[in-house]
Protein backbone atom coordinates (compact mmCIF):
# COMPACT_ATOMS: atom_id res chain seq x y z
CA UNK A 1 0.00 0.00 0.00
CA UNK A 2 2.70 2.52 1.10
CA UNK A 3 4.61 1.76 -2.65
CA UNK A 4 1.51 2.45 -4.06
CA UNK A 5 1.00 5.84 -2.22
CA UNK A 6 4.72 6.94 -3.10
CA UNK A 7 3.82 5.91 -7.16
CA UNK A 8 1.25 7.97 -7.34
CA UNK A 9 2.47 11.01 -5.62
CA UNK A 10 6.15 10.77 -7.47
CA UNK A 11 4.20 10.36 -10.68
CA UNK A 12 1.40 13.38 -9.23
CA UNK A 13 4.74 15.53 -9.24
CA UNK A 14 5.87 14.18 -12.51
CA UNK A 15 2.11 15.54 -14.12
CA UNK A 16 2.28 18.92 -12.63
CA UNK A 17 6.35 19.50 -13.49
CA UNK A 18 5.50 18.43 -17.04
CA UNK A 19 2.93 20.62 -17.66
CA UNK A 20 4.64 23.55 -15.75
CA UNK A 21 6.94 22.76 -18.43
CA UNK A 22 5.10 23.03 -21.25
CA UNK A 23 3.52 25.95 -20.18
CA UNK A 24 6.87 27.58 -19.91
CA UNK A 25 8.43 26.24 -23.08
CA UNK A 26 5.33 25.48 -25.50
CA UNK A 27 7.21 22.19 -26.32
CA UNK A 28 4.11 19.37 -27.14
CA UNK A 29 6.72 16.47 -25.81
CA UNK A 30 6.15 17.76 -22.05
CA UNK A 31 2.71 17.33 -22.62
CA UNK A 32 2.53 14.45 -24.53
CA UNK A 33 4.79 12.89 -21.25
CA UNK A 34 1.98 14.31 -18.55
CA UNK A 35 -0.39 12.27 -21.10
CA UNK A 36 1.41 8.96 -20.80
CA UNK A 37 1.95 9.33 -16.63
CA UNK A 38 -1.89 9.86 -16.61
CA UNK A 39 -2.16 6.78 -18.11
CA UNK A 40 -0.05 5.17 -16.19
CA UNK A 41 -1.94 6.03 -13.51
CA UNK A 42 -5.04 5.39 -14.53
CA UNK A 43 -3.45 1.86 -15.37
CA UNK A 44 -2.42 1.78 -11.87
CA UNK A 45 -5.24 2.28 -10.06
CA UNK A 46 -7.58 -0.32 -12.34
CA UNK A 47 -5.27 -2.86 -11.03
CA UNK A 48 -4.96 -1.68 -7.73
CA UNK A 49 -8.93 -1.48 -8.05
CA UNK A 50 -9.16 -4.86 -9.08
CA UNK A 51 -6.72 -6.45 -6.76
CA UNK A 52 -8.68 -4.77 -3.53
CA UNK A 53 -11.52 -6.18 -4.97
CA UNK A 54 -10.38 -9.78 -4.98
CA UNK A 55 -8.99 -9.73 -1.57
CA UNK A 56 -12.63 -8.02 -0.29
CA UNK A 57 -15.10 -10.35 -1.70
CA UNK A 58 -13.37 -13.37 -3.52
CA UNK A 59 -10.92 -14.33 -1.01
CA UNK A 60 -13.34 -13.55 2.23
CA UNK A 61 -15.69 -15.90 0.29
CA UNK A 62 -13.22 -18.31 0.08
CA UNK A 63 -12.47 -18.35 4.00
CA UNK A 64 -16.70 -18.81 4.72
CA UNK A 65 -16.49 -21.87 2.35
CA UNK A 66 -13.26 -23.53 3.91
Given at each position: ?????????????????S?G??I???R???????????R?D??????????????R???T??????
Amino acid sequence: MLIIRFAMIFSALLMVLSVGLYIFSRRGTYLRFAWQVLRFDLVLLAVFGVMYLLERYVLTAWRVLL
